[in-house]
């Protein structure tokens, strides 16, 4: 079956810093997404990105989908952006989510 | 503010009890999706509905039982639960349509979700 893996699991950040989270995919990606969800068990839409490069804000994302694999800049981190980042893609008719990556911002 | 409208946002029922949860979106999307997430673990697939017609359904046990009056409107009736049901309930849909792959985007577009407490 399709392989989602993201990385690292964990991650503690101090206010201010950057971060990269990464997502490995099985085989070819054609239709990507990256979600962050809060505290409250929201998931929020982040970046719909099957390949090539976005930003929105502190935050950009990049697809390399000949090399099966996407990235998550977080800049300037926040306590806000705490949460789990979920990456997910579209296999056929539905979408396989990564195991997460769970991001700790401290003041 | 989220275009997939989820209610109730808590519940909490008996093992003997009949609930449903339900679900709006008002964007147009032709797919419409219900996940299941326990604490710490990425959102598992329960069923996906396109065009009104279920197109998957994830080996789910007969005590969820999903709806789809109008491609707006999702619900998910629940009877007979188990304590280990327990767990986040979330509703999605895309533009995508599973019947004709090659229409529309296929972003994922999720609610709040429906927190379930089985007694």
């Known amino acids: 079956g399709i392989q989602v893996e993201q990385s690292p699991p964990d991650l503690i950040l101090q206010e201010g810093a950057n971060s990269t989270l990464r997502c490995n995919f099985s085989?070819?990606?054609?239709?990507l997404q990256w979600f962050h969800q809060n505290p409250w068990g929201q998931l929020i839409n982040l970046f719909y990105?099957?390949?090539g490069t976005k930003q929105n804000g502190r935050l950009s994302a990049t697809t390399v989908a000949t090399e099966r694999y996407s990235l998550l800049y977080i800049s300037s981190s926040q306590t806000t952006d705490s949460g789990v980042y979920f990456c997910?893609?579209?296999?056929?008719?539905?979408?396989?989510f990564g195991t997460g990556t769970s991001l700790t911002v401290i003041p | 503010d989220t275009e997939v409208t989820q209610t109730p946002k808590h519940l909490v029922m008996g093992m003997t009890n009949k609930k449903s949860l339900k679900c709006e979106q008002h964007?147009?999307?032709?797919?419409m999706y219900w996940y299941k997430q326990k604490a710490k673990k990425p959102p598992e697939l329960m069923f996906v509905?396109?065009?009104?017609?279920?197109?998957i359904n994830e080996s789910v046990p007969s005590r969820f039982s999903p709806e789809c009056p109008n491609s707006s409107l999702l619900n998910l009736h629940l009877h007979a639960l188990q304590p280990e049901d327990s767990a986040l309930y979330l509703c999605?849909?895309?533009?995508?349509?599973?019947?004709?792959?090659?229409?529309?985007?296929?972003?994922?577009?999720f609610g709040e979700g429906s927190r379930l407490t089985v007694l």
């Open positions: 999605a849909s895309s533009q995508r349509d599973t019947y004709q792959p090659s229409l529309g985007t296929g972003e994922l577009f």
């Open positions: 964007m147009g999307h032709r797919a």
């Open positions: 509905y396109s065009y009104e017609k279920l197109s």
């Open positions: 997910a893609r579209l296999g056929g008719n539905q979408f396989y």
């Open positions: 085989d070819s990606v054609n239709n």
């Open positions: 990105i099957p390949s």
